[in-house]
C-alpha cells in the first residue's frame, strides 16, 4: 500500500522556497533571437524582392527612341527610314 507524502501548507513555507516568478529578463535570450531572425528574414525578403521589382519595371515599361533637338540640328546626316519587313530586315528609305 502507497502512501502520499505529507504536503506542507503553503503558509508554513519559508519564502526562500518559492520559485520566483519568470520575468521579462528570462525570456530575452529567445525573444532576442526570435526577432533577430525575423529581422534577417525581413531583410532578406527586401533584398530579393528590390531587384525583382526593379526588373518588373524594366521588362514592362516602353523605352523609347528619344532624340535631342541640338544632336538632329547638328547632325551631318538624317536618315528616316521604313521597316518593310523585320524578317528579312529590310526596309526602306524616306528621306536623306
Same mark, same amino acid.
Given at each position: 500500500? !502507497?502512501?502520499? %507524502? %505529507? ?10 522556497? +518559492?520559485?520566483?516568478?519568470?520575468? *521579462?529578463?528570462?525570456?530575452? %535570450? ?8 525575423? !529581422? !534577417?528574414?525581413?531583410?532578406? +525578403?527586401?533584398? #530579393?524582392?528590390?531587384? &525583382?521589382?526593379?526588373?518588373?519595371? *524594366?521588362?514592362?515599361?516602353?523605352? %523609347? ?7 538632329? #540640328?547638328?547632325?551631318? &546626316? *538624317?536618315?528616316?527610314? !521604313? ?9 526602306? +528609305?524616306?528621306?536623306?
Amino acid at each position: 500500500m !502507497r502512501t502520499k %507524502p %505529507p504536503v506542507a501548507d503553503k503558509g508554513s513555507m519559508p519564502a526562500d522556497s +518559492i520559485p520566483p516568478a519568470q520575468t *521579462v529578463a528570462d525570456e530575452a %535570450p529567445h525573444g532576442s533571437s526570435f526577432l533577430a531572425n525575423r !529581422r !534577417r528574414t525581413t531583410a532578406a +525578403i527586401i533584398a #530579393l524582392a528590390w531587384p &525583382a521589382a526593379l526588373a518588373v519595371l *524594366v521588362l514592362t515599361t516602353a523605352n %523609347p527612341v528619344t532624340l535631342n533637338r541640338r544632336q538632329v #540640328l547638328q547632325a551631318d &546626316a *538624317v536618315v528616316s527610314a !521604313r521597316i518593310v519587313d523585320s524578317n528579312a530586315g529590310a526596309c526602306r +528609305i524616306g528621306k536623306q
